[in-house]
């Protein structure tokens, strides 16, 4: 069965400090690969996507996200954490004609 | 101008009521969903329709209604209502249904059933 899996129901980091948020996908062929990201009552946001080529990409906010295929990972990070990435983070994947989400994580940063 | 929006935000309604959910994209997209968020913020796809045409039906339950009067609207109808359909439900479009292109999520209906 094809799925995402988001092993952390919560992360806490210190703000200014370095956060990874952990996706890792179980589906057939080369999928592509999404974040989003919720804030309190409101509806999904995309963050980025990988589709081909180089393995790390850039998305909005300064999150970044690094494709590992043979370990069929797909890590969120940011450098340096503010507050207001305090969010539900949502992992996706889409093999063919639906996207499936992970179950979301939720990040915490403190001040 | 609000690129998916959605109506009503918030529906709180008695078991056995049937009730709708409408919404509209403004982004001329081809592909519009329906999600459905559970208490536990899982999210799950429940219909996906190209331009008016059904393509994906989740084994959601036949008391839920998806109706596309034309490619920038879809509507969830919802028959008899039960206590478990009580959650965050969210349509959502894309450019169409092949693309790698991203979704675009309007802000959620909270539907509780008392």
């Known amino acids: 069965a094809q799925s995402v899996a988001q092993p952390e129901d919560q992360v806490n980091v210190a703000e200014g400090n370095p956060l990874t948020v952990k996706c890792t996908y179980s589906v057939s062929g080369n999928p592509y690969l999404f974040w989003y990201v919720q804030y309190p009552n409101r509806g999904l946001q995309f963050l980025l996507k990988y589709i081909t080529g180089d393995n790390l990409v850039k998305g909005s906010y300064g999150f970044e996200a690094e494709f590992n295929k043979s370990q069929t990972s797909f890590h969120l990070k940011k450098p340096s954490a503010l507050v207001s990435d305090s969010a539900l983070y949502f992992c996706?994947?889409?093999?063919?004609?639906?996207?499936?989400f992970g179950k979301g994580t939720r990040l915490h940063i403190l001040p | 101008d609000t690129a998916v929006s959605q109506t009503p935000k918030y529906l709180v309604t008695q078991m056995g009521n049937d009730k709708s959910i409408k919404c509209e994209q403004n982004l001329g997209h081809d592909t519009m969903y329906w999600y459905k968020q559970d208490s536990k913020k899982f999210l799950k796809i429940m219909f996906s329709?190209?331009?008016?045409?059904?393509?994906i039906n989740e084994t959601v339950p036949n008391r839920f209604s998806p109706k596309s009067p034309d490619k920038a609207h879809l509507n969830l109808h919802i028959n008899s209502l039960e206590l478990g359909d009580s959650a965050v439900y969210f349509c959502?479009?894309?450019?169409?249904?092949?693309?790698?292109?991203?979704?675009?999520f309007g802000s959620g209906t909270q539907l509780s059933v008392l």
């Open positions: 329709y190209n331009n008016k045409e059904l393509i």
């Open positions: 996706a994947v889409k093999p063919h004609d639906k996207i499936i």
């Open positions: 959502a479009s894309s450019q169409d249904l092949d693309s790698n292109e991203k979704l675009f």
